[in-house]
Nanobody, 124 residues
Framework: QVQLVESGGGLVQAGGSLRLSCAAS????????MGWFRQAPGKEREFVAG????????TYADSVKGRCIISRDNAKNTVYLQLNSLKPEDTAVYYCAGGLRIGVPTTSPLYNYWGQGTQVTVSS
């Protein structure tokens, strides 16, 4: 089992940037494909970005493509999400997730472990 703890959220003005981190403990971090999801009030949880075990492959939701970079450091057991050119519609609780599937799943049921989330609020 792996435990995931997100950090780095906060309040930022539109056009600003944030870097979210997700620290993992427990089983070997490099065994997991990692993803970031977000959930806004009254909306379903949605996929944001995912990264393969080695970090060599990434996938992004269309809504953040070009504004977002996911990366991981397996030596530090950490996955990152760099959010740029933030918009008010990016406001949500952001969750990191770890999974054992092949490839980079884009749906939440395919991930096995979840963090508690970190709030990102973008003001206009």
């Amino acid at each position: 089992q792996v435990q995931l703890v997100e950090s780095g959220g906060g309040l930022v003005q539109a056009g600003g940037s944030l870097r979210l981190s997700c620290a993992a403990s427990g089983r070997t971090f490099s065994s997991y494909v990692m993803g970031w999801f977000r959930q806004a009030p009254g909306k379903e949880r949605e996929f944001v970005a995912g990264i393969t075990r080695s970090g060599g492959g990434t996938t992004y939701a269309d809504s953040v493509k070009g504004r977002c970079i996911i990366s991981r450091d397996n030596a530090k057991n950490t996955v990152y999400l760099q959010l740029n050119s933030l918009k008010p519609e990016d406001t949500a609780v952001y969750y990191c997730a770890g999974g054992l599937r092949i490839g980079v799943p884009t749906t939440s049921p395919l991930y096995n472990y979840w963090g508690q989330g970190t709030q990102v609020t973008v003001s206009s």
